[in-house]
């Protein structure tokens, strides 16, 4: 269970990250 958490939170870190990238490339 900790690990599927841990696996869902770097998951959601990861597109964070890329909603940010993304937004740094259209400005």
Same mark, same amino acid.
């Given at each position: 269970? =900790? *690990? !599927? !958490? !841990? !696996?869902? %939170? =770097?998951? *959601?870190?990861? #597109?964070?990250? %890329?909603?940010?990238?993304? $937004? $740094? #490339?259209?400005?």
């Amino acid at each position: 269970a =900790v *690990r !599927a !958490a !841990a !696996a869902d %939170c =770097v998951e *959601r870190l990861y #597109k964070l990250g %890329c909603h940010i990238n993304t $937004s $740094s #490339k259209q400005n």
